[in-house]
């Protein structure tokens, strides 16, 4: 499934296309960005967001400084990257390891294939565009088997929560955690979704419901701060939520407001689980207190759409991620199966596999 009538992101003829998700749901609206810096400015101000989509639009950005640089040899073609694209693209956000892992994964290839004769910066460019887009179909194959993965923990029936949007419009496309509900839907499960809104951006209500209503699947919204009494009062079986980055104790970063649902996940004895591509655990760093956290501007709390809804001059918190310890996760359903505590030696296992 997945509506094909739209898409998140593609190269096309010497540019990004990318659907403008600020401007959901209201708008179906594609950027066409032929400029590195205009693509690092959509990454950053989110009309490109979740972590595999942001991996997969930088990947394409790198394709794209390639194909708009002047040099024509191979050494000042790399230097230009380097030193200039790729640091623009790594500093659009901090959180997603997916934008770091497909930048390094970029910058391998650009040094690949050395100093044969012959080898030249056309073929080069040509290389970049192949991984970038490489990068890209293996993301959206990827989800679909972390959907796969994802059956062995969604019975007929289920009620899902989830959180902020880790659907189609977060990665290349079908998603990770609606990856598991689309695979279930598509299985004849009947699921349904309750997404929480995710204040201050609304990824749930303007996009998680978006993509779901586009493909049918039952969803309705509740504000943040009901899904507490949704799961007292019995309304739902499990939650599945995406992640930005896991640590290699299996401490997940997400979208803020994350871990108050786990916590509450826990308290009401309803599974929480993480579903995830490899590329999104960063095993270099141990625990969930070493993932850097963006900080984003006051402006997204202070207002909701065009209406002010803070007095002047009253300062906030405005992280946008929260880490949730790996003892409230259930599972982390990734494409190689479903990891289960320890952690460590699961995630271990996965990567060697
Ligand atoms: O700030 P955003 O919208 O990029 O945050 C996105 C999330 O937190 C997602 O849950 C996460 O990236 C997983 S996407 C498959």
Redesign the pocket.
Known sequence: MTDSNWFTLRWNDGAVELLDQTLLPEKEHYLRLDQVEDLACAIER?SV??????GVAAALGVALGAFNSEADRVDDLRRELDEEVIPRLRAT?PT?VNLFWALDRMQRRLHAGTDSEGFTAEALRANLLEEAQGILAEDIRTCRQIGVAGLEVVETGARILT?????AL??GGY???LGVVRAASEAGRKVTVLADETRP?L?GARLTAWELQRDQIPVRVCTDNMAGAMMQAGKLDLVV????RIAANGDVA??IG?YAVAVLAKAHEIPFYV??PLS?IDRSIATGADIPI?IRDREEVARIGDRVVLPEGVEVEQP??DVTPAKFVTGIITEKGVLRSPYGSAIDRAFSQ
């Open positions: 989110l967001r979740g972590a595999p989509a942001i956000r997603a959180h902020c949007n880790a659907g977060a990665t998603g990770t955690a951006l990824q939520v995406g992640a930005d997400n979208k994350t579903a995830a999104t963006e946008a991620f």
